[in-house]
């Protein structure tokens, strides 16, 4: 029997940034130079079978400090951590290695800076997001407020009108954040703006590419967690630019064939922290069903590399 034809867009860039693939390799040369087991304190990204992988290595992940021994080292997610982490950890003495994406503590130093001036922060972000709580846990109580609408904007309470900065979470849509950035200009004229867009080059670039593919689709599959921030972004910028059909996979196994029934052609991207191995899964899963080809829908070509900490590049 033959099988029906579909075309297969690709997404490039799609998958792995520079941040998660620098943290991914900070908890590997952890566990290299001290042995296992190495503890890290939330998901190193979010992606369970990244988390999988490294838990199979020995890593150990748990959520508090408080969970960790005091003789072991503690790995910092790339998400970022509250300022009160750090202190903790070395105040225990701990050996602690810091995967915080450096665009994340970009945003940190942005904010810390902005504090510094007297001027309070407003960040667009999720709540409970943890680089949100991170960035959020820079700066004392009551510094950052957060906003994650439009409609949030209209019912901020400022210390002082003349005397705010916004930054925002990296990992956002980039199109809603514009909206909120342009609701807090309305309302706050003299507010003071990222000098960059604070949302991430690789963040950027997958919606971008997600938009470019979404004329030529008739569903598009996302594959990355349901906790991932931006993989969550992308099922969102292909519904608004007119996927009928767009749908979060972890992997293969999640695609809900009776649902792509008669279509013709599928967008596929993943994540920031989703692994190239499951892309493949998911063609090699299409190719079993379809007489499958297999088309790039390139927007941008990403080459930034982050170096690891200075503690891993020396001598144990
Ligand atoms: Fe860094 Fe962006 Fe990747 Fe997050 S998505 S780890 S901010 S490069």
Request: proline share 6%; with cysteine.
């Amino acid at each position: 029997m033959s099988l029906p034809p579909l075309t297969l867009y690709l997404a490039a860039p799609r998958g792995f940034c520079a941040g998660v693939d620098r943290a991914i390799k900070i908890v590997e040369m952890a566990l290299e130079k001290w042995g296992a087991p190495v503890y890290v304190r939330h998901e190193i990204v979010h992606n369970k079978f990244v988390v999988d992988g490294l838990r199979a290595k020995g890593a150990v992940f748990v959520e508090e400090l408080d969970e960790c021994p005091l003789d072991r080292p503690v790995v910092f997610s790339a998400h970022g951590v509250p300022k009160a982490v750090p202190a903790e950890a070395a105040r225990r003495e701990m050996i602690a290695v810091d995967a915080t994406c450096p665009l994340v503590t970009k945003v940190h130093n942005e904010a810390a800076r902005h504090h510094e001036n007297g001027l309070q922060m407003i960040m667009i972000g999720h709540a409970g997001h943890p680089e949100t709580v991170g960035t959020m846990g820079q700066l004392p109580p009551g510094e950052v407020l957060l906003v994650e609408t439009v409609a949030d904007v209209a019912t901020l309470t400022v210390r002082d009108p003349g005397k705010l900065a916004f930054i925002t979470q990296t990992t956002l849509s980039v199109d809603d954040t514009a909206d909120i950035a342009a609701a807090l200009k309305a309302r706050f004229p003299a507010i003071i703006a990222p000098a960059h867009d604070d949302i991430c080059y690789a963040t950027t670039n997958r919606q971008m590419a997600v938009k470019a593919m979404a004329g030529k689709i008739d569903a598009l599959l996302v594959i990355g967690a349901p906790n991932s921030s931006n993989s969550k972004r992308l099922v969102e910028v292909g519904a608004n630019a007119g996927c009928a059909y767009a749908q979060l996979i972890q992997r293969a196994a999640d695609i809900d064939w009776r649902a792509l029934e008669g279509i013709r052609s599928v967008g596929i991207t993943a994540g920031a922290s989703a692994p190239e191995v499951l892309v493949n899964e998911v063609i090699d899963a299409f190719r079993a069903r379809f007489a499958t080809t297999v088309e790039m829908v390139e927007t941008a070509v990403e080459n930034v590399e982050f170096k690891v900490p200075r503690i891993l590049r020396e001598p144990a």
